[in-house]
């Protein structure tokens, strides 16, 4: 960066001394008389001590810079590391609630099994029917265990819709993956959970009442398309310098996940498309998947 900005420097110095030397001809004429002045009797000193300003102002400005960049990498870091823990505990905390759900039914099934073998000796067929039909819809038993055969995008889903699940957002997944990607987990799962999170960030500002969703959509054409559709409630804000839509939670790191699902897109020849219409928001992208070798 400090040979770019000298350049610069050096550049608009020449340029400010060209316009003020048209606007001021006399001052123009005595430049150029010291100037020739000094190479005639040796090194101009005065041009010494411009030069090292300016040396020294685009050293100062390209470590600042630098440091900003280190900063802003450190920070997306940060939030990748928070959003992976935060992956593993509630993955785990789900392994945990399967697990005492698993328990549950194994210890129900035995009375579930006694009262129908009673049924079955007294020969009430209408009730035995009847019984059979209220297990079936008990929610326990018609849950989905699994998304997708990709294990870090299921695990992915699995963690964010069981949290919206909680919140008493309706959730309908679309998925069609093979067990491996081109693109690494490290890029994929981040993006993904970003507009996850935008979704059910959304969905908190529900009224009393108002139904709650989400649509998620991930498949394999020439790309691989990665869609969130959720409902919104409130007025989005959207930053024309940015071109994106801010958050409204606060902290250092929130405002950061469209920006990385930005990025993330980029990287992989596309863009993040938002679209907010009267009661809905969507996030979507391609990302053009890099060639493997056979």
């Known amino acids: 960066m400090f040979a770019p900005l000298l350049l610069a420097a050096l550049g608009l110095g020449a340029a400010v001394c060209g316009v003020r030397a048209v606007a001021d001809p006399a001052w123009g004429r005595e430049l150029m008389f010291h100037l020739r002045t000094g190479f005639q009797n040796g090194l101009p000193r005065f041009l010494l001590w411009s030069w090292s300003a300016l040396t020294m102002a685009a050293g100062i400005l390209a470590a600042f810079m630098d440091l900003f960049r280190r900063e802003s990498q450190r920070r997306t870091e940060e939030r990748l590391l928070l959003q992976r823990g935060e992956l593993i505990r509630e993955n785990y905390e789900n392994l945990r609630k399967h697990n005492e759900e698993i328990q549950t039914l194994r210890h129900d099934l ?15 067929m209408e009730e035995i029917q009847r019984y059979l039909e209220s297990l079936s819809q008990r929610p326990e038993l018609n849950r989905i265990s699994g998304y997708t055969v990709h294990p870090a995008v299921d695990a ?9 699940a909680e919140a ?29 999170e935008n979704a059910l960030e959304a969905n908190e500002k529900a009224p009393e009442g108002a139904e709650k969703w989400l649509r998620v959509t991930l498949h394999i054409r020439k790309y691989l398309y990665v869609g969130v559709e959720n409902a919104r409630f409130a007025p989005v804000d959207f930053d024309p310098e940015e071109g994106l839509y801010r958050s409204t939670k606060s902290g250092v790191l929130h405002g950061m996940g469209l920006k990385s699902a930005r990025a993330t897109a980029r990287k992989y020849h596309s863009e993040l498309v938002l679209k907010a219409a009267e009661d809905s928001f969507s996030a ?11």
């Open 168 to 196: 008493g957002v309706c959730a309908e997944a679309k998925v069609d993956l093979p067990p491996e990607l081109p693109i690494p987990n490290s890029d994929l799962c981040p993006l993904l959970m970003n507009l996850l």
């Open 110 to 124: 035995r009375h579930h099994v006694t009262a129908l073998q009673g049924l079955c000796r007294e020969g009430d």
């Open 284 to 294: 979507s992208t391609a990302l053009l998947l890099p060639e493997t070798e056979s």
């Open 156 to 164: 992915v889903l699995t963690a964010m819709l069981a949290r919206g």
